[in-house]
């Protein structure tokens, strides 16, 4: 395995998430300085700069062509097109912190609200509903659009996983494992949806009828933060404690990688548009995984953009 870093800010501005757009360029959120940054792999990086005190967590591609992110310390969600056009719309419920967003099978996007125990949805015009969560102090995280036309999202305080259907009603279902702290959460190519446990040291998998199923990792102490699926049936996770990002297959077989730089946090983590993995790391970098043998040239380098 080939694994390169790719420096896009400085060490102070905290990659965090990171998702592959659809004009074929990596999106990722700088939660500490309030930036969104664009990286064509093999190019130089561009970003764009918000309140920077508003701390953008999860970002994710819209149905309308655009990216949409939350903006957990200021309590909105944002929007920002491929040419860098930024649109904000604040939530009904004060201090929500909203942290994760996906798309949904109706043409919206579904965010959750972490302070408010509710799951959010915003149209592409910027119209919000809010669904209160059956729960108080679940703290909902992580969200994706399940195979079953459902919403799947980690109750990180109430060690649950939790489903939302397009009506608003909630099911929920309590891990095996007690304090497991789910975090991140993705859909599989076999059709389950795939989290990881952070306080537990695990990954787990649920089907839609919500059949559990738990994988120890080798080193219990790594904490696994973000996962997403590849193209191959693989799911990769991030050990933000562990300094290393891992693969897991849909029957359970774990490999893990160390990462070059000490300490760099990885936390996001998706497909890159150039069939890699990659994954943002809060020392102000992106890591490229790949098979050995397709590394990206370095690019011409005159310093990032900023906007």
């Given amino acids: 395995m080939s694994i390169t870093e790719h420096q896009v800010t400085d060490a102070a501005s905290g990659p965090y998430a990171i998702t592959t757009g659809p004009d074929d360029a990596l999106w990722f959120t700088m939660v500490h300085s309030g930036r969104i940054g664009r990286l064509v792999p093999g190019a130089e990086p561009a970003s764009w700069q918000l309140d920077p005190g508003c701390g953008p967590t999860?970002?994710?591609?819209?149905?309308?062509?655009?990216?949409?992110?939350?903006?957990?310390?200021?309590?909105?969600?944002?929007?920002?097109?491929?040419?860098?056009?930024?649109?904000?719309?604040?939530?009904?419920?004060?201090?929500?912190?909203?942290?994760?967003?996906?798309?949904?099978?109706?043409?919206?996007?579904?965010f959750t609200e972490t302070n408010a125990d509710r799951i959010g949805r915003i149209s592409t015009d910027g119209q919000v509903t809010e669904f209160p969560l059956p729960s108080t102090g679940a703290f909902p995280s992580a969200i994706t659009a399940g195979a079953d036309g459902g919403m799947w999202f980690t109750m990180n305080q109430a060690n649950a996983i939790g489903r939302i259907g397009m009506d608003g009603r909630v099911s929920v279902h309590p891990l095996p494992t007690e304090a497991a702290g789910p975090v991140g959460i993705t859909t599989g190519r076999d059709g389950a949806l795939w989290f990881?446990?952070?306080?537990?040291?695990?990954?787990?998998?649920?089907?839609?009828?919500?059949?559990?199923?738990?994988?120890?990792?080798?080193?219990?102490?790594?904490?696994?933060?973000?996962?997403?699926?590849?193209?191959?049936?693989n799911l990769w996770f991030t050990e933000w404690a562990g300094?290393?990002?891992?693969?897991?297959?849909?029957?359970?077989?774990?490999?893990?990688?160390?990462?070059?730089?000490?300490?760099?946090?990885?936390?996001?983590?998706t497909l890159g548009p150039d069939g890699a993995i990659w994954s943002a790391l809060e020392n102000g970098s992106l890591a490229r995984l790949a098979p050995s043998g397709d590394e990206l040239p370095p690019p011409a380098l005159h310093g990032h953009r900023r906007r």
């Fill in 58 to 110: 999860i970002i994710s591609g819209g149905p309308d062509g655009a990216l949409w992110f939350a903006e957990h310390r200021a309590h909105r969600i944002g929007r920002i097109t491929t040419d860098g056009k930024v649109d904000e719309f604040p939530l009904p419920t004060p201090q929500a912190g909203p942290f994760g967003i996906a798309a949904g099978p109706d043409e919206a996007l579904w």
């Fill in 196 to 233: 990881v446990e952070i306080a537990a040291g695990q990954l787990g998998r649920i089907t839609s009828d919500g059949a559990i199923s738990e994988f120890p990792l080798p080193d219990r102490a790594g904490r696994p933060h973000g996962i997403a699926a590849d193209n191959d049936g």
């Fill in 243 to 269: 300094n290393r990002v891992g693969s897991i297959t849909s029957d359970g077989s774990i490999e893990t990688y160390d990462l070059p730089t000490p300490r760099c946090e990885p936390h996001g983590i």
